[in-house]
């Protein structure tokens, strides 16, 4: 993982391990990362992955062998990370540039803009189909993102979608060429960073702030109802299948 400068942006480029899969390490290496994209004082923010993916969710294979507390706290950690991207006080673009399952759609929910290759990418959030609930944080930002006639599909049949499908369904906000996605985001990017930042920054945090206090204020009992179904029988049965599948892709 690591930043470019675009002209007044920053491009963060995911690029952590087998298909951006989110651990503990991940978690730590996007908080460096944002703090130096802060640091360097951008217009604007353009996340993307690499290859195929924009990231696969969570890392099934090496967060299965935690208990319910241990999961619990990464529950808090991963809620903790993306309600700070959330909160950014600049434009952020997501450049969905591949697969964005479970964790990796909830990241690109974060932005202000999603804009997405026209390739043979999946997307969406399939936690329910896994048995595993949806944290505070992924609920209220989805609300905040997508038609309430959306949340059916998205959130409580788990569906995973194609590129046209997540436009279709507000997931995505734009879908390009692949090989002008990254131009395109960065345009978008710098468009909206052109923009009175001050200003900018104030009606995002009128917008956001309501959405992020509902999350903090179900933050802590959430996270351990969230590590209760990761933990339960039907959610180990079914987090053992998916597991089972990637190892037989690789």
Not at 37 to 62: C, K, M, N, Q, W
């Amino acid at each position: 993982m690591q930043l470019e400068k675009v002209a007044d942006a920053v491009v963060l480029r995911m690029q952590a391990g087998k298909a951006n899969a989110i651990g503990p390490s991940w978690l730590a290496r996007m908080e460096t990362l944002l703090d130096e994209a802060l640091a360097a004082r951008p217009r604007a923010l353009v996340i993307t992955g690499y290859e195929g993916f924009f990231s696969a969710g969570l890392d099934l294979p090496s967060l299965d062998a935690l208990g319910e507390e241990q999961m619990g706290s990464f529950v808090l950690a991963f809620s903790r990370t993306m309600l700070r991207v959330f909160e950014l006080p600049l434009p952020v673009v997501a450049a969905v540039n591949g697969h964005a399952i479970a964790g990796g759609c909830v990241l690109a929910l974060q932005a202000d803009v999603r804009v997405g290759a026209r390739a043979e990418l999946r997307m969406g959030l399939n936690e329910v189909q896994l048995g595993i609930a949806l944290p505070a944080v992924v609920l209220e930002t989805l609300r905040a993102q997508v038609p309430p006639q959306s949340l059916l599909p998205i959130a409580l049949e788990g569906r995973l979608f194609s590129a046209e499908e997540a436009a279709s369904l507000g997931l995505l906000h734009e879908l390009v060429p692949p090989d002008r996605l990254e131009q395109r985001a960065t345009e978008r990017a710098l468009e909206l960073g052109a923009l009175p930042p001050e200003a900018f920054a104030a009606v995002k945090r009128a917008i956001r702030a309501p959405v992020s206090q509902r999350a903090r204020d179900l933050m802590t009992q959430d996270a351990a109802s969230w590590a209760g179904t990761w933990s339960s029988d039907e959610g180990r049965a079914r987090r053992r299948q998916a597991i089972e599948r990637l190892s037989r892709r690789k």
